[in-house]
């Protein structure tokens, strides 16, 4: 995902004289080869993330369009004042590329799992927050982030990650997309974890439970419609995060639904990590079984909690 | 090291009507940052009178310098210049504060022409500057930039990230001045967080160092129209007074770094810049 969205960003490059990179300290010849083609327009910066920031929200303010690209803890949280206040604040639009977002550097430890990003990030007002669920749509997603008013930030998978995007899909920033139609529950996911919806929904499918899934290109702005209609729809919502559950995508969708139907009788059944540090390590799918978060666990999950509604 | 700079020449007319410009509004609104405020006159005075290439018919203007004022607390000062430069009336600054002003406690991103960036927290200023300076140099502008610093404010981390950017992309287009009154709020800046040798500092980081009396506008002139050092940026040490013009705030400049109310300190105000002339731009 990573590779497809640098990629797209020497691509977008071509076609627009605004667009310019700006790196802290990435892997060695990252976009050199767009470094030869238009000198100038990478720009290396070394780790040094409030200034990397603040440098990108000046080049927005002289009408250029910077891709800013590092590890999503350290593009969020050491630099956090300088994405609220240049970015969001001034609605610079800076793109920010998050590296390992959730659980992909596990291995690392806590100081590089990304699991609270969604929540700082979505709270800054005017910040749009893309988490696309693989490769193929990080490439349908990318040009429109290219005339997007406000900042955005981009949260990557690990890379390799299953393609379950479709070839014809016409991705919105802000807008739903339906990948098995709402049924008696309706799983809403984002990121990689609409992969692991899907497979849930699948063995639900093949216990005879109708189980439809919305994957949310990204978590800000909220497609609201979507969400009210899912939950006029079904008996069960059930949101999923690779995000601790505060202010996650779960939280997010409370907050959308109880924007349009305060009162709905649709419940939320919310899995997401602990609200914790994750002291394991081993790898983003040993991890995402421990917490409960792969298609087994899902599919139980929902399989009971719709066997308690339907003894309620 | 900074060398000690002579004693300040006397406040002219046009210093003491800026003062009393920039206090209009913190008269208005029963608070502000005085002393932060008051020594931070005759180095805008300098650049928009002299120095900066501007137009405040228009603000946008592309090749218009730009100009950043890092210590956003300051803000009293530049809603002064840029009022008197008339790129607003001078009576906005009666609104300073006010609910449904945009002249606020800190300059704001939206509603005053002429303020170029929303600053406050400090240790922004820089590294916005370096993006604009680098922007401005990658399409070719003559443009310049200014960012203004407070000398606590440099204690942030960030501002050193931001030198060390500028040193090695060698952006002589963008200056960097340091409002170097030696107070911050809570004390003298040698015994919070010593700044020195702060000009060795910024020599180190590769910019181009000169020092002045902060309040001597030819000394201001003279360096700030030397030619630079082609693929150094530069900067100038102010060496400021914190509350000058105003006795009080010269003589105890911690109880004058900010009011919240003025009460009796409205009166010593208003006595200290009474007589100030009616000065337009020169």
């Known amino acids: 995902m990573r590779r497809t969205a640098l990629d797209m960003v020497h691509e977008l490059a071509r076609r627009d004289s605004r667009v310019v990179y700006v790196g802290s300290d990435p892997a060695p010849g990252t976009l050199a080869a767009m470094q030869a083609e238009m000198p100038g327009r990478v720009m290396i910066e070394g780790i040094a993330e409030q200034h990397v920031v603040g440098m990108a929200a000046g080049l927005a303010m002289e009408g250029l369009v910077p891709y800013v690209n590092t590890i999503a803890t350290f593009l969020t949280r050491r630099c956090y004042e300088q994405n609220v206040l240049d970015l969001g604040l001034h609605r610079t639009p800076v793109r920010l590329i998050a590296n390992g977002g959730g659980l992909v550097y596990a291995p690392l430890g806590p100081t590089h799992t990304a699991i609270e990003d969604i929540a700082i990030m979505r709270a800054i007002p005017g910040m749009a927050v893309l988490c696309p669920s693989d490769a193929e749509e990080m490439r349908r997603l990318m040009p429109l982030t290219l005339d997007w008013p406000g900042p955005i930030y981009i949260r990557l998978g690990k890379g390799g990650d299953p393609v379950v995007s479709q070839p014809d899909d016409a991705p919105a920033i802000g807008r739903a997309l339906v990948r098995r139609p709402p049924g008696v529950a309706t799983i809403i996911s984002t990121g990689i974890m609409t992969a692991h919806a899907l497979a849930a929904a699948e063995r639900l499918g093949q216990q005879g439970i109708d189980c439809g899934v919305i994957h949310l290109p990204g978590v800000a702005p909220m497609d609201d419609a979507a969400i009210e209609a899912a939950s006029r729809h079904s008996r069960l919502l059930v949101t999923l995060d690779e995000h601790i559950a505060s202010g996650g995508l779960g939280s997010a969708v409370l907050e959308s639904l109880n924007r349009t139907r305060p009162l709905s009788p649709c419940p939320v059944l919310r899995r997401a990590l602990p609200d914790d540090f994750v002291h394991l390590h081993g790898s983003q799918n040993e991890l995402l079984s421990h917490f409960g978060l792969d298609a087994p666990a899902l599919a139980e999950a929902i399989a009971r909690a719709l066997a308690e509604l339907a003894g309620d | ?282």
């Open chain 2, 1 to 282: 090291m900074t060398r000690p700079i002579p004693a300040s020449p006397p406040l002219d007319a046009r210093s003491l009507h800026l003062r009393a410009l920039a206090m209009r509004g913190l008269l208005a609104a029963d608070r502000g940052h005085v002393g932060s405020t008051l020594s931070l006159i005759e180095i805008l005075r300098v650049l928009y009178d002299r120095i900066m290439r501007h137009d405040p018919a228009h603000p946008e203007w592309p090749d218009r310098d730009r100009f950043i004022l890092s210590k956003g607390h300051g803000c009293l000062a530049l809603y002064a210049i840029l009022a008197d430069h008339g790129y607003f009336p001078p009576a906005d600054l009666d609104t300073f504060c006010r609910k449904d002003s945009p002249f606020g406690g800190h300059p704001p991103c939206h509603g005053i022409p002429g303020v170029e960036a929303a600053t406050g927290a400090l240790g922004h200023g820089l590294s916005l500057g370096i993006g604009r300076a680098r922007a401005l140099k990658l399409a070719g502008s003559t443009s310049r930039v200014f960012v203004v610093c407070g000398d606590g404010e440099i204690n942030e981390g960030a501002i050193w990230e931001g030198a060390m950017s500028a040193g090695r992309t060698g952006l002589d287009n963008l200056w960097v001045l340091i409002d170097y009154n030696k107070v911050q709020s809570y004390g003298p800046t040698a015994e919070v967080l010593d700044l020195e040798p702060l000009a060795d500092k910024w020599a180190s980081f590769g910019f181009t160092v000169d020092e002045v009396d902060g309040h001597d506008c030819a000394a201001l002139e003279q360096v700030l129209s030397r030619p630079p050092n082609i693929g150094r940026p530069s900067a100038l040490i102010c060496h400021t007074v914190k509350g000058r013009g105003l006795a009080e705030a010269e003589a105890d400049p911690t109880a004058w770094h900010h009011k919240s109310r003025l009460g009796e300190a409205r009166e010593v105000i208003e006595a200290a810049f009474a007589a100030a002339p009616p000065q337009g731009a020169p």
